[in-house]
C-alpha cells in the first residue's frame, strides 16, 4: 500500500476494463470490535464481487489519530470510506446528536434497526445534512444497545440516580440527559475511567455490552443494568464527492453490498453483546449484578428522559427539531 | 529600530503571560474540578476542555519562547565535536532552514484553520467554535519563524561566536543586553 | 519510504537541529513523495491531536508542582528527612531514587511526570553528594519506567481494550516484573556506588533525624495526599497531580511564605517553557505516527516477518523486537494502539497467554520511554534539567542492557507474569 496514492481511479473510468481501485476503510474501533469486523467483511465481499478489482485496507482505530481526527479526513478525502458515530461528528452536524437521546428508540434493538433502515428522517433528511459537509451516511446500523453499569446501588429507577456520579461525555444534551435523572453527570477522559470506577470516583458509565466486556469496565462495577435506554449507532459512510464520481457499476456495487450488511452486522453486534453478556454473567471472580428493567421501571426513565427532546429542538436542532419530530412519528408508525 | 524593540518587548510580555497564565489556568481547572466535585459534587462540564484549550495554546506559543531561550531540545553531539567554522555555518544556516520550515507550517496550518472555520465546528463543552483554538497553531509557528531568523541574523553579526540551542547563549539574558542592543534588527 | 524517512530524521537529527524538525519535517517529505494527493493539513490536526489527551496535563502540573517546592523550602525538607536516614548508607540515595520513582510512577501513572516529580529535587541531592549528572539522569528517566508496569498503568489499560484482555489481570501480573526492574536497578546503584566511591555522609542521630522528621512533616503531607487521593477515589491521577500544586502553593506561599504570590507567574512560566519544549516533539510524533499509520508500514513489515505458523517463543521475540523498535522512534502508548492488533493473532494461534503477552508489551512500552532517540522521559529531563539531549542519554546504556535482559528473561518465563494471578 505504500508507493502511489491514486485513491483508486475515483474519477469514474468507463468500466470494468481491468481497472483497479484502491480504497481505505476507517474505522473508531479495533480489530475485533464490532465496527472494524463490519469494515473487513464489507472489503471482503467487495473483493470478491469485483473479481479482485477493489482493494480496500481497513484501518483500525489508533494510528489516524481521534475520532474526529477520523471525520475530517474522510472529508477532505484522504480516506474513501469510514465507520463513524454521529457522537463524534456532532459539533459539527449537530443533528446528529438526535442518536443520544434516551428511550427515543423502541426498546427492541431489532426493532430499532428496522427503524434505522427504513427511516426517511435519518436515510434522506439527516444524510442532506452531512453531505452539506461532503459526508454521505450510506447506512445507519447499531452495535447494540447502550446499559448503564454502576458501583454501590443498582440504577433500576430514577431515584437512583439521586447524586449518583455517572461518566458521561461533555455534550451538553448528555449532560442534560443526566441532570433528568438528577444524577451528576462527571466528564471524564476514557483513559482514566478504568482507574476512576474501581476507586470509586465516578460510579457508573454507559457503553454496550461488547464494549463493557472488552474495556473490563464490569471488572470495577458491581451492576450492569440491561436499560437499552439508546443505541451505540454507527454510520457507514463515504466521502460525498468521491461516491458521486464513481462510475455507476462501483456505486451500484458499493450500495448493494452496504445494503447486505445491515442484516449481517446486526448479527455481528447480537453475537458479540451476548457472548460478552454471558462472559460478564459468569465470571465469579468479578461478579456483576445484571439487572433488567421491567416495563414499569423503563416508563419512568422515559418520563423524566421526555423534556430533553425539548432541549434537543430548542438548543442542539438547526432545524428546529423537524428531523427528529419526523423520526418521532416514523418510530410511532413501526412500533404500533 | 525603536519600533522594532518596542514590538518584540511587546511580544516577549505577550509570550510570557500566554505561558506563565495557560499553566496556571490548567492547575486552576484541575484543582477546581476536583475540589469541586468532592465538596459540592458537581463537575464544571467545561473544565477539561479549557485545560486542553491551554495546553495546545503554551505549546504552540512556547515556540517562538524557546527559541529566543534556546531551550528547544537538540541532538547537538556531532555538532559539539565541530570545528568553531563549521559550527558557525551550520549556526546560521540551521535557524534559516529551521525558520522556512515554520512559515512552511504556518502556511498549512492556516488553512487549516480556514478549514475548520468553514465546517463551523465547536468544541463540545464550551460549544466555542474550535478554530479559535486553532488559530494558536499558526501564530505560534510563525513567531517561532521569526525568532529563528533573528537567531540567524544574530550569528552573521556577531562573528566571535555562536549562538544556538543547547550553547543557550542567551541574548535576552541581563548580562547581555549589550549584544541585544548592538544586533537588533 | 521508511528508508527516506529515517534517512531525513537522522540527517537533520545530527547536523543539531532542533528536534521538533526532523519530527514535522519527515512526515511532510514522505507525504510530498508518496502521497501527493493528501492534504498535508492532515498533519497539522495531528500535531494538535498528539497533545490533547487528558492525561498529559499531569507533567505541566508535576513540573509546577516541583518548580513551586524547589524554589521554596519543602523539597530540601523533604530530601534532609530522607537523607537522615539513608546518607550513611551505600548507595543509599541512589535506591531512594529508585524507589521513590517506582512508587511515584506507579501512583501517578505517568513516566514523564515521574521525571519531573521526583527526579528535579532528587538530581540536585544526587548531584550534590558526588552523582555525575549523565547517571543521575539515567537512574531517573529509566526508574520512572516502572510508571507503566504497575497499577493503575495506562500502558496496560490501553492493552486491555485493544486485545480484550482482562485489565485487572494484566495490573496483577505487572508486578513482578516490575519489583524485578526495582531490585536490578537498586543493586545496580549500590555496586555503582561503591565503584565510583561516591562519598558517605555521617550517621545521622537519633535526635538529629527527629529535628529533621520535625521540619518534614507538612511536606510529608505530599505522598499522604497523592496516594490517600487516588486510592480512595478522591481524585483521578491527573487531579492528583493539580492537587499536589494546591499543595505547595499552600506550604510555601501560605505557610513558610518562602515563595511571594507575585512570584507565581514567573515560576509558572518557566514551567509553560519546559511543557511547550517538551510538547512540540509529543506534537510531531503523532505527525509522524499518521503517516507511518496510513501507509500501512506495520503491517508490511510485520507479515514479512512472521511467516506462516511461528512458534510461541519466535512470535514473544518478534513481539519484542518490533515494540522495542517501534518504541524508539514513537510514543509508547501509540505504540500499543497500533502494534497489538498487528501481533495479537499471531500470538494467540502461538499459544500465548493474552495477559502474559500485555506484560511483554507493557515491558517494552515502558523501556521506550527512556530508549533514544525518540524518548519522552528523555526529552521532559532535558527541558526539565535544561541539559543537552545527548548528556540525558549517556548513562542509560547500564539501564538498557539490564531492561533487555529481563526483556529476555520475560520471553522464556511465562511463570514471571502469570505466578500471582
Ligand atoms: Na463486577
Ligand atoms: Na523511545
Given at each position: 500500500a505504500?508507493g502511489?496514492?491514486?485513491?483508486g481511479?475515483?474519477?469514474?473510468g468507463?468500466?470494468?476494463?481491468?481497472?483497479?481501485?484502491?480504497w481505505?476503510?476507517?474505522?473508531e474501533?479495533?480489530?475485533g470490535?464490532?465496527?472494524?469486523?463490519?469494515a473487513e467483511e464489507?472489503?471482503?465481499?467487495?473483493?470478491?464481487?469485483?473479481?479482485?478489482?477493489?482493494?480496500?485496507?481497513?484501518?483500525e482505530?489508533?494510528g489516524?489519530g481521534?475520532e474526529?481526527?477520523?471525520?475530517?479526513q474522510?472529508?477532505n478525502?484522504?480516506?474513501?470510506l469510514?465507520?463513524m458515530?454521529?457522537?463524534?461528528?456532532?459539533?459539527?452536524?449537530?443533528e446528529?446528536q438526535?442518536f443520544?437521546?434516551?428511550f427515543?428508540f423502541?426498546?427492541?434493538v431489532?426493532k430499532?434497526?428496522?427503524?434505522?433502515?427504513?427511516?426517511?428522517?435519518?436515510?434522506?433528511?439527516?444524510?442532506?445534512?452531512?453531505e452539506?459537509?461532503?459526508?454521505?451516511p450510506?447506512?445507519?446500523w447499531?452495535?447494540?444497545a447502550?446499559?448503564?453499569t454502576?458501583s454501590?446501588?443498582a440504577?433500576?429507577e430514577?431515584a437512583?440516580?439521586?447524586?449518583?456520579?455517572?461518566?458521561?461525555q461533555t455534550?451538553?444534551l448528555?449532560?442534560?440527559?443526566?441532570?433528568?435523572?438528577?444524577a451528576?453527570?462527571?466528564?471524564?477522559?476514557?483513559?482514566e475511567?478504568?482507574?476512576?470506577?474501581?476507586?470509586?470516583?465516578?460510579?457508573?458509565q454507559e457503553?454496550?455490552?461488547?464494549?463493557i466486556?472488552?474495556?473490563s469496565?464490569?471488572?470495577?462495577?458491581?451492576?450492569m443494568?440491561?436499560?437499552n435506554?439508546?443505541n451505540y449507532?454507527?454510520?457507514?459512510?463515504?466521502?460525498?464527492?468521491?461516491?458521486?464520481?464513481?462510475?455507476?457499476?462501483?456505486?451500484?456495487?458499493?450500495?448493494?453490498?452496504?445494503?447486505?450488511m445491515?442484516?449481517?452486522v446486526?448479527?455481528?453486534?447480537?453475537?458479540?453483546?451476548?457472548?460478552?453478556?454471558?462472559t460478564?454473567?459468569n465470571?465469579?471472580?468479578n461478579?456483576?449484578?445484571?439487572?433488567?428493567?421491567?416495563?414499569?421501571?423503563?416508563?419512568?426513565?422515559k418520563?423524566?428522559?421526555?423534556p430533553?427532546?425539548?432541549?434537543?429542538?430548542?438548543?442542539v436542532?438547526?432545524?428546529?427539531g423537524e428531523i427528529?419530530?419526523?423520526l418521532?412519528?416514523?418510530i410511532?408508525?413501526a412500533?404500533e | 529600530?525603536?519600533?522594532?524593540k518596542?514590538?518584540?518587548?511587546?511580544?516577549v510580555?505577550?509570550?510570557?503571560?500566554?505561558?506563565?497564565?495557560?499553566?496556571?489556568?490548567?492547575?486552576?481547572m484541575?484543582?477546581?474540578k476536583?475540589?469541586?466535585?468532592a465538596?459540592f459534587?458537581?463537575?464544571?462540564?467545561f473544565?477539561?476542555?479549557v485545560?486542553?484549550?491551554a495546553?495546545?495554546?503554551a505549546?504552540?506559543?512556547g515556540?517562538?519562547?524557546?527559541a529566543?531561550?534556546?531551550?528547544?531540545?537538540?541532538?547537538?553531539?556531532?555538532?559539539?565535536?565541530a570545528?568553531?567554522?563549521a559550527r558557525?555555518?551550520?549556526?546560521?544556516l540551521?535557524?534559516?532552514?529551521?525558520s522556512?520550515?515554520l512559515?512552511?507550517?504556518?502556511?498549512?496550518?492556516?488553512?487549516?484553520?480556514?478549514n475548520?472555520?468553514?465546517?463551523?465546528?465547536?468544541?463540545?463543552?464550551?460549544?466555542?467554535?474550535?478554530?479559535y483554538?486553532?488559530?494558536?497553531?499558526?501564530?505560534?509557528?510563525f513567531?517561532?519563524?521569526?525568532?529563528f531568523?533573528r537567531n540567524?541574523w544574530i550569528?552573521?553579526k556577531?562573528?566571535?561566536?555562536?549562538?544556538?540551542?543547547t550553547?543557550a547563549?542567551?541574548?535576552?539574558?541581563?548580562?547581555?543586553e549589550?549584544?541585544?542592543?548592538?544586533?537588533?534588527? | 519510504?521508511?528508508?527516506?524517512?529515517?534517512t531525513?530524521?537522522?540527517?537533520?537529527?545530527?547536523?543539531?537541529?532542533?528536534?521538533m524538525?526532523?519530527?514535522?519535517v519527515?512526515p511532510l517529505?514522505?507525504?510530498?513523495?508518496?502521497?501527493?494527493n493528501?492534504d498535508?493539513?492532515?498533519?497539522?490536526?495531528?500535531?494538535?491531536?498528539?497533545?490533547?489527551?487528558?492525561v498529559?496535563?499531569?507533567?505541566?502540573?508535576?513540573?509546577f508542582?516541583a518548580?513551586?517546592?524547589?524554589?521554596g523550602?519543602t523539597?530540601?525538607?523533604?530530601?534532609?528527612?530522607?537523607g537522615s536516614?539513608?546518607?550513611h548508607?551505600?548507595?543509599?540515595?541512589?535506591?531512594?531514587?529508585?524507589?521513590a520513582?517506582?512508587?511515584f510512577?506507579?501512583?501517578?501513572g505517568?513516566?514523564q511526570?515521574?521525571?519531573?516529580?521526583?527526579?528535579?529535587?532528587m538530581?540536585?541531592?544526587?548531584?550534590?553528594?558526588g552523582?555525575?549528572?549523565?547517571?543521575?539522569?539515567?537512574?531517573?528517566i529509566?526508574?520512572?519506567?516502572v510508571?507503566?508496569?504497575?497499577?493503575p498503568?495506562?500502558?496496560?489499560?490501553?492493552?486491555g481494550l485493544?486485545s480484550?484482555?482482562?485489565?485487572?489481570?494484566?495490573?496483577i501480573?505487572?508486578?513482578?516484573?516490575g519489583?524485578?526492574v526495582f531490585?536490578?536497578?537498586?543493586?545496580?546503584?549500590?555496586?555503582?556506588?561503591?565503584?565510583?566511591?561516591?562519598?558517605?555522609?555521617?550517621?545521622?542521630?537519633?535526635?538529629?533525624?527527629w529535628q529533621?522528621?520535625?521540619?518534614?512533616?507538612?511536606?510529608?503531607?505530599?505522598?499522604?495526599?497523592i496516594?490517600?487521593?487516588?486510592?480512595?477515589?478522591?481524585?483521578?491521577?491527573?487531579?492528583a497531580?493539580?492537587?499536589?500544586?494546591l499543595?505547595?502553593?499552600?506550604?510555601?506561599?501560605?505557610?513558610?511564605?518562602?515563595?511571594?504570590?507575585k512570584?507565581?507567574?514567573?515560576?509558572?512560566?518557566?514551567?509553560?517553557?519546559?511543557t511547550?519544549?517538551?510538547?512540540v516533539?509529543?506534537?510531531?510524533?503523532?505527525a509522524f505516527?499518521?503517516v507511518?499509520s496510513?501507509?500501512?508500514v506495520?503491517?508490511?513489515i510485520?507479515?514479512?516477518?512472521?511467516g506462516?505458523?511461528p512458534?510461541a517463543?519466535?512470535?514473544?521475540?518478534m513481539?519484542?523486537?518490533?515494540f522495542?523498535?517501534?518504541?524508539?522512534?514513537?510514543?509508547?502508548?501509540?505504540?500499543?494502539?497500533?502494534?497489538?492488533?498487528?501481533?495479537?493473532?499471531a500470538a494467540?494461534?502461538?499459544?500465548?497467554d493474552?495477559?502474559?503477552?500485555?506484560?511483554?508489551?507493557?515491558f517494552?512500552?515502558?523501556?521506550?520511554?527512556?530508549?533514544?532517540?525518540?524518548g519522552?522521559?528523555?526529552?521532559?529531563?532535558s527541558a526539565?534539567?535544561n541539559?543537552?539531549?545527548?548528556?540525558?542519554?549517556?548513562?542509560?546504556?547500564?539501564?538498557i542492557?539490564?531492561?533487555?535482559?529481563i526483556?529476555?528473561?520475560l520471553?522464556f518465563?511465562?511463570e514471571?507474569?502469570?505466578l500471582?494471578?
Amino acid at each position: 500500500a505504500c508507493g502511489g496514492d491514486e485513491g483508486g481511479s475515483a474519477d469514474g473510468g468507463e468500466g470494468s476494463s481491468g481497472e483497479t481501485y484502491d480504497w481505505r476503510f476507517v474505522t473508531e474501533e479495533v480489530d475485533g470490535q464490532v465496527q472494524y469486523e463490519y469494515a473487513e467483511e464489507f472489503a471482503k465481499r467487495m473483493n470478491e464481487k469485483s473479481d479482485g478489482a477493489v482493494n480496500i485496507d481497513v484501518y483500525e482505530f489508533g494510528g489516524l489519530g481521534s475520532e474526529t481526527d477520523q471525520v475530517e479526513q474522510l472529508q477532505n478525502g484522504a480516506v474513501e470510506l469510514a465507520v463513524m458515530s454521529p457522537g463524534f461528528t456532532g459539533n459539527m452536524v449537530k443533528e446528529g446528536q438526535i442518536f443520544a437521546l434516551h428511550f427515543l428508540f423502541p426498546d427492541s434493538v431489532e426493532k430499532t434497526q428496522e427503524i434505522l433502515n427504513d427511516s426517511e428522517a435519518l436515510n434522506t433528511d439527516l444524510r442532506e445534512r452531512y453531505e452539506e459537509f461532503s459526508i454521505s451516511p450510506l447506512s445507519y446500523w447499531t452495535e447494540g444497545a447502550m446499559q448503564w453499569t454502576s458501583s454501590g446501588t443498582a440504577l433500576e429507577e430514577p431515584a437512583d440516580f439521586q447524586n449518583f456520579k455517572m461518566r458521561t461525555q461533555t455534550s451538553p444534551l448528555i449532560l442534560e440527559s443526566y441532570r433528568a435523572y438528577d444524577a451528576e453527570p462527571t466528564p471524564m477522559s476514557w483513559s482514566e475511567l478504568y482507574t476512576a470506577l474501581d476507586r470509586g470516583t465516578v460510579e457508573g458509565q454507559e457503553n454496550p455490552i461488547f464494549f463493557i466486556g472488552d474495556a473490563s469496565f464490569y471488572e470495577v462495577q458491581d451492576y450492569m443494568t440491561v436499560s437499552n435506554h439508546n443505541n451505540y449507532v454507527a454510520m457507514t459512510t463515504v466521502n460525498t464527492e468521491w461516491y458521486e464520481g464513481l462510475n455507476d457499476e462501483m456505486k451500484t456495487m458499493v450500495d448493494e453490498t452496504v445494503q447486505e450488511m445491515q442484516q449481517w452486522v446486526f448479527d455481528e453486534q447480537k453475537a458479540q453483546n451476548e457472548e460478552w453478556l454471558e462472559t460478564i454473567r459468569n465470571d465469579e471472580e468479578n461478579p456483576t449484578e445484571i439487572v433488567e428493567l421491567t416495563e414499569e421501571q423503563r416508563q419512568m426513565f422515559k418520563d423524566k428522559a421526555m423534556p430533553v427532546r425539548d432541549f434537543y429542538r430548542e438548543n442542539v436542532s438547526t432545524v428546529d427539531g423537524e428531523i427528529l419530530d419526523k423520526l418521532q412519528e416514523e418510530i410511532s408508525a413501526a412500533t404500533e | 529600530m525603536k519600533l522594532f524593540k518596542l514590538i518584540d518587548n511587546f511580544i516577549v510580555k505577550l509570550e510570557e503571560f500566554i505561558l506563565s497564565y495557560a499553566v496556571i489556568i490548567i492547575a486552576l481547572m484541575v484543582v477546581g474540578k476536583a475540589l469541586s466535585r468532592a465538596i459540592f459534587s458537581y463537575t464544571p462540564p467545561f473544565a477539561d476542555e479549557v485545560s486542553q484549550i491551554a495546553i495546545v495554546v503554551a505549546t504552540f506559543m512556547g515556540i517562538s519562547y524557546a527559541a529566543r531561550k534556546g531551550r528547544h531540545i537538540s541532538m547537538s553531539a556531532f555538532y559539539d565535536l565541530a570545528p568553531f567554522k563549521a559550527r558557525k555555518v551550520l549556526s546560521i544556516l540551521i535557524p534559516l532552514v529551521t525558520s522556512i520550515v515554520l512559515f512552511l507550517l504556518t502556511y498549512y496550518s492556516a488553512l487549516y484553520v480556514v478549514n475548520v472555520y468553514e465546517d463551523g465546528t465547536v468544541t463540545s463543552a464550551l460549544q466555542m467554535p474550535k478554530y479559535y483554538l486553532y488559530l494558536f497553531i499558526p501564530i505560534g509557528f510563525f513567531l517561532g519563524g521569526v525568532q529563528f531568523l533573528r537567531n540567524m541574523w544574530i550569528n552573521i553579526k556577531d562573528r566571535d561566536a555562536v549562538y544556538l540551542g543547547t550553547d543557550a547563549k542567551d541574548y535576552n539574558d541581563k548580562e547581555k543586553e549589550e549584544i541585544v542592543e548592538e544586533t537588533h534588527l | 519510504m521508511v528508508a527516506t524517512l529515517l534517512t531525513i530524521m537522522v540527517v537533520l537529527l545530527l547536523l543539531n537541529f532542533p528536534m521538533m524538525i526532523p519530527l514535522m519535517v519527515a512526515p511532510l517529505i514522505v507525504m510530498f513523495i508518496y502521497f501527493p494527493n493528501l492534504d498535508p493539513m492532515i498533519l497539522m490536526q495531528q500535531f494538535s491531536t498528539g497533545i490533547e489527551p487528558y492525561v498529559l496535563l499531569a507533567v505541566p502540573l508535576f513540573i509546577f508542582a516541583a518548580d513551586i517546592m524547589t524554589t521554596g523550602k519543602t523539597s530540601n525538607r523533604l530530601l534532609d528527612f530522607i537523607g537522615s536516614f539513608i546518607g550513611h548508607i551505600r548507595g543509599g540515595y541512589a535506591v531512594t531514587t529508585a524507589a521513590a520513582c517506582t512508587l511515584f510512577g506507579a501512583i501517578s501513572g505517568s513516566t514523564q511526570a515521574t521525571v519531573v516529580a521526583i527526579g528535579k529535587p532528587m538530581r540536585e541531592r544526587l548531584l550534590k553528594i558526588g552523582y555525575k549528572d549523565p547517571t543521575a539522569m539515567a537512574l531517573i528517566i529509566n526508574s520512572s519506567d516502572v510508571a507503566l508496569l504497575v497499577p493503575p498503568s495506562i500502558g496496560m489499560i490501553i492493552y486491555g481494550l485493544v486485545s480484550g484482555t482482562s485489565v485487572g489481570d494484566l495490573f496483577i501480573a505487572g508486578i513482578i516484573p516490575g519489583i524485578i526492574v526495582f531490585l536490578s536497578f537498586a543493586i545496580y546503584s549500590i555496586v555503582y556506588a561503591k565503584v565510583a566511591n561516591i562519598p558517605l555522609a555521617n550517621k545521622a542521630t537519633w535526635s538529629e533525624r527527629w529535628q529533621l522528621t520535625r521540619k518534614a512533616i507538612l511536606p510529608l503531607g505530599f505522598p499522604v495526599i497523592i496516594i490517600g487521593g487516588i486510592y480512595t477515589g478522591l481524585f483521578s491521577p491527573t487531579e492528583a497531580a493539580g492537587m499536589s500544586v494546591l499543595y505547595a502553593f499552600v506550604l510555601e506561599v501560605l505557610i513558610y511564605r518562602s515563595i511571594h504570590i507575585k512570584e507565581l507567574p514567573k515560576i509558572a512560566r518557566s514551567t509553560g517553557l519546559v511543557t511547550s519544549a517538551v510538547f512540540v516533539l509529543v506534537a510531531g510524533g503523532q505527525a509522524f505516527t499518521w503517516v507511518i499509520s496510513f501507509a500501512r508500514v506495520p503491517q508490511m513489515i510485520s507479515e514479512a516477518v512472521l511467516g506462516a505458523d511461528p512458534s510461541a517463543v519466535y512470535v514473544l521475540l518478534m513481539v519484542t523486537i518490533f515494540f522495542f523498535v517501534g518504541c524508539m522512534f514513537v510514543d509508547p502508548i501509540v505504540v500499543i494502539l497500533v502494534l497489538t492488533p498487528i501481533f495479537y493473532p499471531a500470538a494467540m494461534d502461538a499459544g500465548i497467554d493474552p495477559v502474559h503477552l500485555g506484560v511483554v508489551i507493557t515491558f517494552q512500552a515502558a523501556l521506550g520511554s527512556a530508549t533514544p532517540p525518540f524518548g519522552v522521559d528523555i526529552f521532559t529531563a532535558s527541558a526539565v534539567f535544561n541539559k543537552p539531549y545527548l548528556e540525558v542519554i549517556k548513562g542509560t546504556p547500564p539501564y538498557i542492557v539490564m531492561m533487555v535482559a529481563i526483556s529476555i528473561l520475560l520471553i522464556f518465563f511465562e511463570e514471571l507474569s502469570l505466578l500471582l494471578l
